[in-house]
């Protein structure tokens, strides 16, 4: 079972839970005010840096920053508010900036964008985003490390660049990415790529320094939400039907691989792809928080801790995952969920079972993923040996623990071959990585030829 950090956010509480996948139950809670409409997470709460959760609340119409910071002794958490910043009008969307001198962008019913800094408070820039209400608002730090998109009602969607010296009533897109045709409720961005999701039941991938389309993916009903996973392989969409629509980034250019039936009739809040893309978490207005599986679209889990609608979700890695190791927490509530202790550190190993259901097709699936996972580990592997072996002698040695090693992933790219002839479509996923991993093991023997 892949395991990672939850952050979700309920509009009635008040409240952003932070949990586990395994546990299903809060180790933290942060009480931001009465009535929560907006949320926004920079970092993982289990990271080693200074993270900040920046929410906005509907009573006051402002954006109120927190922070999540460890203690001195580095062994549990604590919330401390470190500013509040102002806002004239109703705040639609809000988005921050990662480290210590981040930046909050926020934006406006009335479309105009509002960019503060987190440790002060201070407004840096106000200026006309759009003519109509502003729906999501992401960083671009691949782009450029001060530029921003933005998207609203307007069918629009912009990529600003934030220079402080502007004047910001006459500032001008750098980049419009046009083509929606009715409102864009939300954006993701991964390195050089835009996701946009519309209600004209569409969702559009597009190329961020050339404004290019991609590709261009029609939805069974209107959007209201979408995630993108790390590896830029699944895009979640979640819709008002109550629907999940799960598209294929890479083999199918967008293409609707499968529609997940969540909650019949009632319209998804809020969506988002597990680091591993093994599962998503999907939450509705109903305030139920569901884990369904990426490929079968099973249901998995349910987090039943919020009473109202979830207004956004945000997923991610486990530190002591990325390290092969599990920290174990004393169970008594008393203790564990208040402090956190460490009471001992254990060694594990790193892989998990892919596919959470107990049928063929999640055997072959989990078969298959164990043995491209060895074949990539294998690859690494030898490429850290071959930075020893720069002598002559161990030349030819080399070359044929490369050969070895690339026949066993020609051997793999045929069995994947038959697998997706078959109708799996994992096995496409994996075909992709076998051909770059035969691709570099071909670079490694040619760089080492005598």
């Given at each position: 079972?892949?395991?990672?950090?939850?952050?979700?956010?309920?509009?009635?509480?008040?409240?952003?839970?932070?949990?586990?996948?395994?546990?299903?139950?809060?180790?933290?809670?942060?009480?931001?005010?009465?009535?929560?409409?907006?949320?926004?997470?920079?970092?993982s709460?289990?990271?080693?840096?200074d993270?900040?959760?920046?929410?906005?609340?509907?009573?006051?119409?402002?954006?109120?920053?927190?922070?999540?910071?460890?203690?001195?002794?580095?062994?549990?958490?604590?919330?401390?508010?470190?500013?509040r910043?102002?806002?004239?009008?109703?705040?639609?969307?809000?988005?921050?900036?990662?480290?210590?001198?981040?930046i909050?962008?926020a934006?406006?019913?009335?479309g105009?964008?509002?960019?503060?800094?987190?440790?002060?408070?201070?407004?840096?820039?106000?200026?006309?985003?759009?003519?109509?209400?502003?729906?999501?608002?992401?960083?671009?730090?691949h782009?450029?490390?001060?530029?921003?998109?933005?998207?609203?009602?307007?069918?629009?969607?912009?990529?600003?660049?934030?220079?402080?010296?502007e004047?910001?009533?006459?500032?001008?897109?750098?980049?419009?990415?046009?083509?929606?045709?009715?409102?864009?409720?939300?954006?993701?961005?991964?390195?050089?790529?835009?996701?946009?999701?519309?209600?004209?039941?569409?969702?559009?991938?597009?190329?961020?320094?050339?404004?290019?389309?991609?590709?261009?993916?029609?939805?069974?009903?209107?959007?209201?939400?979408?995630?993108?996973?790390?590896?830029?392989?699944?895009?979640?969409?979640?819709?008002?039907?109550?629907?999940?629509?799960?598209?294929?980034?890479?083999?199918?250019?967008?293409?609707?691989?499968?529609?997940?039936?969540?909650?019949?009739?009632?319209?998804?809040?809020?969506?988002?792809?597990?680091?591993?893309?093994?599962?998503?978490?999907?939450?509705?207005?109903?305030?139920?928080?569901?884990?369904?599986?990426?490929?079968?679209?099973?249901?998995?889990?349910?987090?039943?801790?919020?009473?109202?609608?979830?207004v956004?979700?945000?997923?991610?890695?486990?530190?002591?995952?990325?390290?092969?190791?599990?920290?174990?927490?004393?169970?008594?509530?008393?203790?564990?969920r208040?402090?956190?202790?460490?009471?001992?550190?254990?060694?594990?190993?790193?892989?998990?079972?892919?596919?959470?259901?107990?049928?063929?097709?999640?055997?072959?699936?989990?078969?298959?993923?164990?043995?491209?996972?060895?074949?990539?580990?294998?690859?690494?592997?030898?490429?850290?040996?071959?930075?020893?072996?720069?002598?002559?002698?161990?030349?030819?040695?080399?070359?044929e623990?490369?050969?070895?090693?690339?026949?066993?992933?020609?051997?793999?790219?045929?069995?994947?071959?038959?697998?997706?002839?078959?109708?799996?479509?994992?096995?496409?996923?994996?075909?992709?990585?076998?051909?770059?991993?035969?691709?570099?093991?071909?670079?490694?023997?040619?760089?080492?030829?005598?």
């Amino acid at each position: 079972m892949e395991n990672y950090e939850v952050s979700t956010g309920c509009n009635v509480s008040g409240e952003i839970h932070l949990w586990r996948r395994k546990e299903l139950s809060p180790f933290k809670t942060v009480k931001c005010a009465t009535e929560l409409t907006l949320f926004s997470s920079s970092a993982s709460v289990g990271d080693a840096r200074d993270d900040f959760i920046v929410a906005v609340v509907k009573a006051s119409q402002t954006s109120c920053s927190f922070a999540i910071a460890r203690e001195p002794r580095g062994n549990h958490f604590a919330n401390t508010k470190i500013s509040r910043c102002a806002a004239p009008e109703n705040i639609t969307a809000v988005t921050s900036s990662e480290g210590i001198g981040s930046i909050v962008a926020a934006g406006s019913q009335s479309g105009r964008l509002y960019i503060w800094e987190l440790t002060t408070g201070r407004l840096l820039l106000s200026f006309e985003a759009h003519f109509r209400a502003v729906r999501a608002i992401a960083f671009t730090p691949h782009v450029s490390p001060m530029s921003v998109i933005t998207c609203g009602d307007d069918a629009r969607c912009h990529l600003w660049s934030i220079t402080m010296d502007e004047d910001g009533g006459s500032m001008k897109p750098l980049r419009s990415f046009d083509g929606h045709t009715m409102p864009i409720v939300s954006i993701a961005v991964r390195s050089t790529v835009l996701l946009t999701a519309s209600t004209d039941r569409s969702m559009r991938a597009w190329n961020i320094p050339s404004g290019s389309v991609l590709f261009t993916s029609s939805l069974p009903a209107a959007a209201s939400c979408l995630s993108m996973d790390e590896s830029e392989r699944f895009i979640a969409v979640g819709m008002v039907s109550g629907e999940v629509a799960v598209c294929d980034a890479i083999e199918g250019n967008g293409s609707l691989m499968t529609t997940i039936n969540v909650r019949p009739a009632i319209p998804i809040s809020a969506v988002a792809l597990s680091p591993l893309s093994s599962e998503i978490v999907v939450a509705s207005v109903d305030g139920s928080v569901q884990i369904v599986d990426t490929l079968s679209g099973v249901s998995i889990a349910e987090y039943k801790r919020h009473v109202g609608k979830v207004v956004n979700i945000q997923v991610n890695p486990l530190t002591a995952a990325m390290d092969d190791e599990a920290v174990l927490h004393s169970k008594s509530k008393s203790t564990a969920r208040t402090t956190g202790t460490l009471l001992q550190r254990v060694h594990v190993n790193s892989f998990e079972d892919y596919a959470p259901e107990k049928t063929a097709a999640g055997a072959q699936c989990r078969t298959t993923k164990a043995i491209a996972l060895r074949a990539v580990r294998k690859s690494m592997e030898r490429r850290q040996e071959s930075a020893v072996r720069s002598n002559s002698n161990g030349a030819e040695e080399l070359g044929e623990r490369v050969r070895t090693l690339d026949t066993e992933c020609q051997k793999l790219k045929l069995e994947c071959e038959r697998l997706r002839a078959s109708g799996n479509k994992l096995a496409s996923m994996l075909l992709h990585d076998i051909e770059r991993a035969s691709k570099n093991l071909t670079n490694l023997a040619n760089d080492h030829a005598p």
